[in-house]
């Protein structure tokens, strides 16, 4: 079955915190945001090689191993919008919808072991690009396609709770703060 489409703007947990999963943007530091990005991965290869890795909750959650393929996918597509933000100030970023990327790709039938090493090279891969942002670098900024603009340190943030509530999704411990 299909589950539906998210269609909520997550762009206010830039400014507040998420009372789903703690994170909480204050906490976000500019020194601290590649660590944090690259352990946003920590744990996935052990969720990823449950034996129900493949089974949804129920009919409106993804499997831990949609979630997993989703997350491998935000490491790279935000490293790209970032090199967008780095390579041209005022960079457009293309549309993406997720929902769509999930049933295109067949998340629910990937090889989870293949998920696993694919998702902590993006998030190294993504780590590294935010370690390349230099002091002048953080007011930089990028348009998504629904009009929501981001600096580069806006973007950080956005990204980290992304990639760290996603962790308590499928019932594993945070990493931020």
Known sequence: MAIAPDVKDWTWVIERACPACGF???????????????????????????PDARIRPDEQTWSVL???????DVHRIMRERLGLMLAQDG?????????VTAVEDAYN???????????????????DAYRTVGDG???????????????????????????????????MENTHG
């Open 91 to 99: 960079a457009a970023f293309a549309n993406w919808d997720q929902d």
């Open 66 to 72: 949609e979630y997993g393929c989703h997350v491998r």
């Open 24 to 50: 909480d943007p204050s906490t976000v530091r500019r020194e601290d945001v590649a660590d944090r990005i690259a352990r946003s991965a920590a744990g996935w290869d052990a969720a990823l090689a449950r």
């Open 137 to 171: 670098d953080w007011a930089r900024t990028g348009l998504r396609s629904n009009g929501s603009a981001f600096t580069i340190g806006s973007f950080a943030v956005y990204a980290l709770h992304d990639l760290e509530h996603h962790r308590t999704d499928v019932g």
């Open 109 to 127: 039938e990937q090889d989870p072991g293949t998920v696993a090493a694919e998702l902590d090279r993006e998030a190294a891969a993504f780590a």
